[in-house]
């Protein structure tokens, strides 16, 4: 009877903080603190079992990450790719485009989409005030390359790095089995964005040759910074690639990259760590907290056991309905809690069923990653954009955002369900 009442109180705590999550009321680490708090009240879970269900090679890697990318980008090495981009691309709209978004992509891979549209959306005004043109054209593919383009490795969206952190499934893992759809999908979203946009593109060739005047070298603030931190980044990336060889856990690599960078650097950390997304941070402790939750009292088991016998065990229909669910839930709803849920609901799939779940993880990250280009609020990318374009005399409606993003995302997934059939079902 006990353990009866304790499954169906975590269940409430946890869907009830979910749907405010969701709702976006009240703020979303506030909300997941407080459930994980209760669950801890209430003695569901242990104070030492909640510490151990936190993932800490996951906050590592982030903390690390975002370590590095605040010292690099006082640089201002972002700011002189984008102008130089436009000044190759000859102020022709269309390639400054296609050049931003190659841009976009590359650096959510590398670093993160939330970093890579913080640093490249400011540029793209200055550049489409300068061309007295609609930003929105620019702005949506930035959005939609960040999410794309953060799919293809372990560090660019959230949701890789904690499928990474939870499978030991490392940066060369993801690079080789995902890059290869991202490519393909990249290819094919860029066809479809030049049809939708080619009529809103029509500049004057006055305008364009005030983007010829820039002078991108202005944009570089301190060279001998510059220095240091491309040299550590270039050292970080090289450990995220042998990580998995030379025995180093992700998280490992992200924080010395980012202690050795403090200590050339000699930036006062204070400066550096007041940056640094904390409630992020902790919003992913707590969701870590009430997922172990789940698990202690034995939900998320129940739950795979269920979809084992929908599925009747058979690899290839859990891994369509995985990657389809994660997709259509992860446009609507924030990828990071769902992904949390989704994890030790798959590792209890392969513990109980005799399938390899290699091939669950690809759909996961697919759906989650991709998913987020379904809609306006489906992404931190996405929101953050959004929230940027605001100051200005333009805005994108969720609708009309949605006309555009929600077929791609569907037209990705489309593509990733086929490559996930061919090379792994």
């Not at 009866?4 to 903080?17: K, S």
């Not at 994660?326 to 399938?355: C, E, H, Q, R």
Request: aromatic share 10%; with cysteine.
């Amino acid at each position: 009877m006990f353990q009866n009442t304790q499954v169906l109180i975590t269940a409430i705590i946890f869907i009830l903080t979910y749907v405010l999550i969701v709702s976006e009321k009240l703020n979303r680490t506030t909300i997941a603190l407080f459930g994980a708090s209760i669950v801890l009240a209430l003695k569901i879970v242990s104070q030492e079992y909640a510490f151990e269900s936190v993932d800490f090679n996951t906050i590592g890697l982030l903390i690390g990450m975002m370590v590095i990318v605040n010292i690099t980008k006082k640089t201002g090495v972002f700011q002189y790719l984008a102008i130089k981009a436009a000044k190759l691309a000859e102020g022709e709209p269309w390639r400054i485009i296609l050049a931003f978004s190659i841009i976009t992509a590359i650096s959510s891979a590398l670093l993160d989409n939330v970093t890579t549209v913080l640093l490249i959306v400011p540029v793209t005004l200055v550049i489409t005030d300068t061309l007295k043109i609609n930003p929105i054209p620019f702005l949506i593919p930035e959005i939609l390359f960040a999410n794309i383009g953060g799919t293809a490795t372990l560090i660019g969206d959230p949701p890789n790095i904690m499928i990474g952190s939870s499978t030991k499934l490392g940066f060369m893992d993801f690079v080789i089995n995902l890059s290869p759809v991202v490519i393909i999908i990249f290819i094919i979203t860029t066809f479809i964005l030049k049809f939708v946009y080619r009529k809103q593109l029509t500049v004057d060739e006055k305008l364009k040759k005030r983007i010829m005047e820039f002078d991108e070298s202005k944009s570089i603030k301190d060279k001998n910074l510059l220095k240091k931190s491309l040299f550590v980044l270039g050292l970080t990336m090289l450990g995220f690639i042998t990580h998995q060889f030379i025995g180093l856990e992700s998280a490992t690599v992200a924080i010395v990259g980012a202690a050795l960078l403090l200590v050339l650097s000699n930036i006062n950390p204070e400066e550096v760590l007041l940056e640094i997304e904390w409630t992020t941070i902790f919003f992913f402790a707590g969701l870590f907290i009430l997922v172990g939750s789940l698990e202690k009292v034995g939900i998320i088991e129940n739950i795979a056991e269920e979809i084992i016998n929908l599925t009747k065990g058979n690899l290839f229909l859990t891994a369509i309905i995985i990657v389809w669910v994660s997709a259509l839930a992860s446009a609507f709803i924030d990828n990071i809690p769902f992904v949390a849920t989704m994890i030790p609901l798959i590792k209890s799939i392969g513990t109980m069923s005799t399938m390899d779940i290699t091939p669950l993880w690809w759909a996961l990250a697919l759906g989650a990653c991709l998913g987020g280009n379904g809609s306006l609020v489906g992404a931190s990318a996405n929101v953050i954009v959004a929230g940027m374009l605001e100051k200005t005399e333009h805005n994108i409606s969720f609708v009309n955002f949605l006309k555009i993003g929600f077929p791609i995302m569907i037209i990705s997934i489309f593509i990733s369900t086929i490559y996930l059939i061919v090379f792994y079902l």
